[in-house]
């Protein structure tokens, strides 16, 4: 087809970490068709069906478009974009003034990872707030990675990443990259590379308590119980230990610390491990040994091992087990990415990384990389005193759907005395704010991967255009906050000589535009042109000439991403130390519990809690589901169909039951993100599917050890039939 008005976007998918590149038709402003970008260097022509349909969620005739305020009943009525924008700052101002600056609470979701505009006002509006009370759904994800990278290699963003397409023996734990797309691991068609890794002549291995799409495509699949995963993966550190399969070499030249972590594990009794982790002692040497003996050898965790007890010593213990067996820099091993646009720049500056430099106010848990954790934020709400947040900024986020005990923070947004948020849909966590701010989305604004290209399996660079032109009214994320920034007298870097050298250059015609600061962080970064055009190096204009992105090559090999000074890894960071010694008072006296433990799922087409309103992610059969092995169903009386009563500390309800095998027994699992009962009069489609809320019955005063993670998996139920 072709028409005056009609024209092909190649532009990167953002709703997940994969980054495709997409091919977008816009016919007379709209998006008529969304395709994969064939010649894309990274993805290839491959997409997911969520990428298809970021169409949809662009035209949803539900999406908020004008900023809205909250009527005394409830529901909303449209204002201008001056009077919403003067009401935030005004009431944020106020609430400041009268109680100080903690009493402003920030909520960043996940979305934002994708979002170069917010990113890089981050800084600012923090700075202008001088709040400490920020949150964001790293404490649902990623905190245990990031305190890790930061304790082990200096940053919280130096992450290493599965060497996928060279690797011929994949230890997989606690993810589910074929559903999920790969977490910290940027790998678009993870099927192709997985069975890449097949036709080499290696092995896929995957942990999980559930048989799942990646288990059942895998050679093997390991069924270990809920929380297991630190000892699991410290066992096999002891097998390596025991059996002289250490690389000495790399320890001693790369490492410092080892003999604190060796005395440790010379302690730690491998049956007791295995009867933790419910993984008989024979895999666990066997796998130990097919890891170490392999040509090229890596173990990846994830999600499923962060969001429970040990999450940080789960993520330490991983890389421990790669580092050890000599796999920490090497080809089709764990390897660190060279990003285009090299965040730890930002991290590098002063102030800007780091962990447990301050605590939460009531618990006294630990903020990382600048946020606290999220279980923490109905009580700083709701307990008195100095420091209590009285006001809420949410950010592409619904926190009420994707943190523990979503339930009890419901209550809590209710009885604040202010709460705005910048989001694209009234849904269960912004029906809570006095002002929704709505933000164009993306398609109206150019992307860059300033975050995620850091955990890619091959190093590349993409600049993709706006898609649509933002119409009159309309504003993106960035602008949105800018806007507020300088309502609340701060300025676009957050750093005040920076901010009055952009103050006097704006009179002179300069704007703050995100995408130029994104193109200093690359001419600066490892592949850029520093500055010399006419050198071999990367700036925006080169990307922008070549529109389905610049491969730039494999993996390089080496620690160079290191940022302690004496370029050595650090093996027995003392917070994750304590963990150890806890994990190890744990191995010597309990015996494990027999409670039937609650985990999550990811399903094909949901991104967290948000797309359930375009209609082609949620037709066909019903997906909020609680799986549960045939020998608990038979124990609680339940039949596959049924309702069950589903109970857990915190929340008891009614759950919709599937009986599958491919469950361990004593584990059942219901995907996060649905529960849209609350948000039905404003998405119609979500609204008529609800399902429940996983989120109900975790529980926020349960959390991990080391940096306060939700612990989201492993959560003891009961399940009984309904009465
Ligand atoms: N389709 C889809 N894709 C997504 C998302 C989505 O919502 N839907 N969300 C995106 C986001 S934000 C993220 S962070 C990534 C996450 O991507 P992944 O890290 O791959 O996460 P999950 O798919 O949730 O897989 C986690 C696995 O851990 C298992 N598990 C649970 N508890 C334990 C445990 O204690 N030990 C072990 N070993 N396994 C356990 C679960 O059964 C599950 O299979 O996915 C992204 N991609
Ligand atoms: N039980 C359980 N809970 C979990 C998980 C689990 O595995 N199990 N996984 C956790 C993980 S990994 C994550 S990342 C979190 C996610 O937790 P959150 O980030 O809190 O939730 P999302 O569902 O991603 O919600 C994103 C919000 O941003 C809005 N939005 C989307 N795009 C944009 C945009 O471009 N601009 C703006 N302004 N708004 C936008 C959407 O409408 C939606 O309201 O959930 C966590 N919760
Ligand atoms: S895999 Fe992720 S990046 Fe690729 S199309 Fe799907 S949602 Fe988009
Ligand atoms: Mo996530």
Redesign the pocket.
């Known amino acids: 087809m072709s028409s005056a008005d009609s024209k092909v976007v190649y532009r990167t998918c953002s709703l997940?970490?994969a980054c495709c590149g997409l091919a977008i038709r816009v016919e007379s402003g709209h998006v008529t068709e969304v395709r994969p970008d064939e010649d894309d260097v990274f993805s290839h022509g491959y997409v997911?069906p969520?990428g298809i349909a970021m169409g949809e969620i662009q035209e949803d005739p539900d999406r908020v478009r004008k900023p809205l305020r909250r009527t005394p009943s409830g529901d909303f009525e449209e204002i201008s974009w001056d009077e919403a924008m003067a009401t935030v700052a005004e009431r944020l101002a106020a609430v400041q003034s009268k109680y100080g600056h903690d009493a402003v609470g920030v909520y960043y979701g996940?979305p934002i990872i994708h979002n170069h505009g917010a990113l890089s006002l981050r800084k600012a509006l923090l700075d202008v707030l001088k709040t400490h009370n920020v949150f964001s759904?790293g404490s649902q994800?990623?905190s245990p990675r990031f305190a890790t990278s930061y304790y082990l290699f200096g940053g919280s963003l130096v992450t290493p990443v599965a060497d996928l397409d060279r690797a011929t023996y994949f230890l997989c734990?606690?993810?589910?990259?074929l559903?999920?797309?790969?977490?910290a691991l940027t790998a678009p068609n993870m099927r192709a590379r997985l069975r890449a890794i097949q036709e080499r002549g290696g092995k896929v291995v995957v942990?999980?308590?559930?048989r799942?799409e990646?288990a059942r495509f895998a050679d093997e699949h390991v069924a270990?119980?809920?929380?297991?995963?630190a000892a699991f993966l410290l066992a096999m550190v002891r097998v390596l230990v025991d059996r002289g399969l250490l690389d000495d070499d790399f320890i001693a030249a790369s490492t410092t610390g080892w003999d604190d972590v060796s005395r440790r594990i010379a302690d730690l009794d491998v049956a007791a491990a295995s009867e933790l982790c419910g993984v008989d002692s024979a895999t666990i040497e066997r796998l130990a040994v097919e890891l170490v003996e392999a040509d090229a050898g890596v173990a990846y965790?994830?999600?499923?091992?962060c969001?429970?007890r040990y999450g940080t010593l789960a993520s330490y213990a991983t890389d421990l087990l790669n580092i050890v067996a000599g796999r920490l820099g090497r080809v089709g091993g764990w390897m660190f990415p060279t990003p285009a646009f090299d965040s730890t720049l930002i991290t590098r500056m002063p102030g800007s990384d780091g962990h447990a430099r301050w605590h939460s106010r009531v618990r006294g848990l630990p903020e990382t990389l600048g946020d606290l954790p999220a279980a923490c934020l109905a009580e700083e709400i709701e307990t008195e005193g100095a420091g209590q947040i009285r006001a809420m900024l949410t950010f592409a986020g619904n926190p009420i759907l994707s943190t523990p005990n979503g339930r009890r923070l419901a209550a809590a947004f209710e009885s604040l005395e202010f709460m705005v948020s910048i989001d694209l849909y009234v849904n269960e966590t912004t029906r809570y704010a006095d002002i929704i701010l709505p933000s164009a989305w993306t398609l109206k604004d150019d992307h860059v991967d300033l975050l995620v290209a850091a955990f890619a399996v091959r190093d590349f660079a993409r600049w993709s255009p706006p898609v649509l032109e933002l119409e009159d009214g309309e504003r993106s994320d960035w602008q949105i906050l800018l806007d507020l920034i300088k309502r609340l007298g701060g300025g676009p870097s957050g750093r005040p000589v920076v901010d009055s050298i952009l103050g006097v250059a704006e009179r002179f015609g300069y704007e703050f535009n995100p995408t130029k600061l994104a193109g200093y962080l690359l001419r600066l970064g490892p592949h850029g042109d520093r500055f010399m055009p006419w050198s071999d190096g990367l700036n925006l204009d080169k990307l922008k000439a070549a529109p389905h992105g610049i491969d730039l090559g494999p993996l390089r090999p080496g620690l160079a991403r290191l940022q302690h000074r004496d370029g050595r890894v650090r093996l027995a960071p003392e917070p994750i130390m304590k963990a150890f010694d806890e994990l190890m008072v744990e191995l010597r006296s309990s015996s494990p519990t027999d409670e039937v433990l609650l985990?999550?799922?990811?399903?094909?087409?949901?991104?967290?809690s948000w797309i359930h309103n375009a209609p082609s992610m949620v037709s066909g059969r019903e997906r909020c589901l609680l799986y549960v092995h045939p020998e608990d169903a038979e124990r609680a009386g339940v039949a596959d169909g049924a309702e069950a009563r589903l109970e857990s500390k915190v929340h008891s309800g009614a759950v919709r039951v599937h009986v599958t095998d491919e469950m361990r027994p004593g584990v059942v699992?219901l995907p996060h993100?649905w529960g849209h009962a609350t948000a039905a009069p404003w998405q119609s489609i979500a609204g008529a599917r609800p399902g429940v809320s996983a989120n109900d019955w975790t529980d926020d005063q349960d959390v991990e050890l080391v940096v306060g993670q939700s612990i989201l998996?492993?959560v003891p139920v009961r399940l009984n039939a309904m009465h």
């Open positions: 997940c970490e997911c969520k996940n759904a994800d990623t734990i606690g993810a589910n990259p559903v999920s797309n790969g977490s942990v999980d308590p559930r799942t990646t270990i119980r809920p929380g297991g995963d965790s994830r999600v499923g091992t969001n429970n985990i999550g799922r990811r399903e094909l087409r949901t991104c967290n699992s993100g998996n492993g």
